[in-house]
């Protein structure tokens, strides 16, 4: 595959991150490609130096990098990834934190996101409207379907993460996702056979 995937393990790495502007400007970065510090901060309303520093946080902890053409303050910075993975049972206790910390960071800017697109949804082209979609629906799943249907929506991403960025037509568009029990299991629930003779109980 030709996206790069990175899945930040450390605690120093996540708090890298969990910053409103540096995620936003890692973010930027995605959606319209490499830019100067001063480029990045004009368009998030930050002061070049101010921009200046957090990009260079971001590049210590290897979430962004400088990109070809430019030199000295007009050296562009571009993303070094295409998809971030935060979270896991195999997190120390530090970094869980901290990946939870930036976990609400990015609910908060999915849901800002949600609600900018409804507010501005009649500007767009007829097209626009019609291929956009929300969706929310209910289904009843062992632990192995769960995991199953993501694996499935991922191989589904594959192809798109590999097309190139910013092609004639194109343009960036959020895909947010939740796969999550609503409930912890009961002992009234049935047991899973699947699951082996303990079930899915901890």
């Not at 996206?3 to 996540?14: C, I, M, Q, W």
């Not at 400088?66 to 910075?77: D, I, N, V």
């Given at each position: 595959?030709?996206?790069?995937v990175?899945?930040?393990?450390?605690?120093?790495?996540?708090?890298?991150?969990?910053?409103?502007?540096?995620?936003?400007?890692?973010?930027?970065?995605?959606?319209?490609?490499?830019?100067?510090?001063?480029?990045?901060g004009?368009?998030?309303?930050e002061s070049?130096?101010?921009?200046?520093?957090?990009?260079?946080?971001?590049?210590?902890?290897?979430?962004?990098?400088?990109?070809?053409?430019?030199?000295?303050?007009q050296?562009?910075?571009?993303?070094?990834?295409?998809?971030?993975?935060?979270?896991?049972?195999?997190?120390?206790?530090e970094?869980?934190?901290?990946?939870?910390?930036?976990?609400?960071?990015?609910r908060?800017?999915?849901?800002?996101?949600?609600?900018?697109?409804?507010?501005t949804r009649?500007?767009?082209?007829?097209?626009?409207?019609?291929?956009?979609?929300?969706?929310?629906?209910?289904l009843?799943?062992?632990?192995a379907?769960?995991a199953?249907?993501?694996?499935?929506?991922?191989?589904?991403?594959?192809?798109?993460?590999?097309?190139?960025?910013?092609?004639?037509?194109?343009?960036?568009?959020?895909?947010?996702?939740?796969?999550?029990?609503?409930?912890?299991?009961?002992?009234?629930?049935?047991?899973?056979?699947?699951?082996?003779?303990?079930?899915?109980?901890?």
């Amino acid at each position: 595959m030709s996206f790069k995937v990175r899945r930040p393990t450390s605690a120093t790495e996540l708090r890298a991150l969990a910053h409103p502007t540096r995620l936003a400007l890692v973010e930027l970065l995605e959606e319209e490609g490499p830019l100067t510090a001063t480029q990045a901060g004009e368009r998030l309303g930050e002061s070049p130096a101010n921009a200046s520093f957090h990009l260079r946080t971001l590049a210590r902890y290897g979430y962004v990098e400088e990109a070809a053409g430019g030199h000295g303050r007009q050296r562009p910075w571009q993303v070094t990834h295409t998809w971030t993975r935060i979270g896991g049972d195999d997190l120390g206790p530090e970094a869980e934190l901290a990946a939870d910390a930036l976990l609400e960071l990015i609910r908060d800017r999915d849901l800002r996101r949600l609600r900018d697109y409804g507010r501005t949804r009649e500007d767009y082209p007829k097209q626009w409207r019609d291929a956009a979609h929300e969706m929310r629906l209910l289904l009843h799943l062992t632990a192995a379907e769960l995991a199953e249907l993501y694996e499935a929506i991922e191989s589904a991403l594959a192809p798109y993460l590999e097309k190139e960025d910013r092609r004639p037509g194109t343009l960036p568009v959020s895909i947010g996702m939740h796969l999550v029990p609503t409930r912890l299991p009961s002992d009234a629930d049935p047991v899973d056979p699947a699951a082996g003779p303990e079930g899915d109980r901890p």
